[in-house]
């Protein structure tokens, strides 16, 4: 059984950095991980993704520069640090497992954590 938990939101103020993470348990060396957030009464949206073999990232345009997706496969976690925080990025942050490593769409992620909350102050 695949089990993934995230953790490291909280309160930051504009312009600061928080790291998340994301422990996984289960059958999951097959799968590249990614991030997500969504905002209240807005979509899911895709932040970054990495594979779990050769540490391949790609990003989406709104966070490129500002997030670093990283993972450590002898602890079988991957972290978002998010640096330069800006009050948009409020939202609960989720990791997923995916086959599909260039996937933006979350309806490609087979599993998926319970998110933590991200909230930035101005």
């Known amino acids: 059984q695949v089990q993934l938990v995230e953790s490291g939101g909280g309160l930051v103020q504009a312009g600061g950095s928080l790291r998340l993470s994301c422990s996984a348990s289960g059958r999951t060396f097959n799968y590249a991980v990614g991030w997500f957030r969504q905002a209240p009464g807005k979509e899911r949206d895709f932040l970054a993704a990495i594979t779990r073999t050769d540490g391949l990232t790609h990003y989406a345009d709104s966070v490129k520069g500002r997030f670093t997706i990283s993972r450590d496969n002898a602890k079988n976690t991957v972290y978002l640090q998010m640096d330069n925080l800006k009050p948009e990025d409020t939202a609960v942050y989720y990791c997923?497992?995916?086959?599909?490593?260039?996937?933006?769409?979350?309806?490609?992620?087979?599993?998926w954590g319970q998110g933590t909350p991200v909230t930035v102050s101005s």
């Open positions: 997923a497992l995916t086959t599909s490593f260039r996937a933006v769409n979350p309806s490609v992620y087979l599993y």
